[in-house]
Every structure is written in C-alpha cells, then in structure tokens.
C-alpha cells in the first residue's frame, strides 16, 4: 500500500510563504510523476503543479509566478513552494502521485492552507 506523508499546511496573512511537502513511500524508480491539487469549499479540485520523472513542470495560470514544485534528489519527495499567498488560494491541499508499470494514481489525506486577507 502506498503512503503520501503531507505536511506544511497552515494559517498565513496575504502576501506570505508556505511550504509544502510530500513524502511517498515507494521508490523513486516507479514513480511516473508527482504534483499538487487544491481543492476549495464547493469548487472541483484542480490541479496546482506537477512534476515529471524527467523534472518538466506543469502549473496553474493562477500561480505561475508564485509557485515553485521540486522534489528532493532521492526523486519520491515533492516540494510546494507557495510566495505571494492571496485569500484565494485558500483551499485544502492534495499530493498526487502516479506510480507503477501499468501506472495507477495515489492520493495524500490533504493539507489545508488558509490565506487571511
């Protein structure tokens, strides 16, 4: 069974820094690619920014410019990087992570990150 360990969510004021983590407990030779989604209260959840196996980055229009995805060099830890907090990106924050052969999709628990205007 495959465990994503979240951690770094808080309370922040506008304009302020967080940084998230994820951990995953497989080996970073199955992992196809890792990212972060939010979801917000009654919005669907969507994606923030992933990161493939070959460190191409995907983002957000929302965040671009304010957000930065890293992983560690072991390969099975993410980094969210979130500058410039704003009220909206107030939401509870969700690791993914596809793994596997035949690819399957993990989830973390989530973390909530509230951003006080």
């Known amino acids: 069974q495959v465990h994503l360990t979240e951690s770094g969510g808080g ?4 304009g302020g820094s967080l940084r998230l983590s994820c951990a995953a407990s497989v080996s970073a030779q199955i992992i196809r690619g890792m990212g972060w989604y ?14 493939d196996t070959g460190g191409s980055t995907d983002y957000s229009d929302s965040v671009k410019g304010r957000f930065t995805i890293s992983r560690d060099n072991a390969g ?19 690791c993914h ?14 973390t909530q990150v509230t951003v006080s205007s």
């Not at 309370?11 to 506008?14: F, G, K, P, R, T």
């Not at 992570?97 to 989530?110: A, I, Q, V």
Request: aromatic share 12%.
């Open 11 to 14: 309370v922040v004021q506008a």
């Open 38 to 51: 939010r979801q917000a209260p009654g919005k669907q959840r969507e994606l923030v920014a992933s990161i």
């Open 76 to 94: 099975n830890t993410v980094y969210l990087e979130m500058n410039s907090l704003k009220p909206e990106d107030t939401a509870v924050y969700y």
């Open 97 to 110: 992570l596809r793994w596997g052969y035949d690819p399957m999709d993990s989830w973390g628990t989530g």
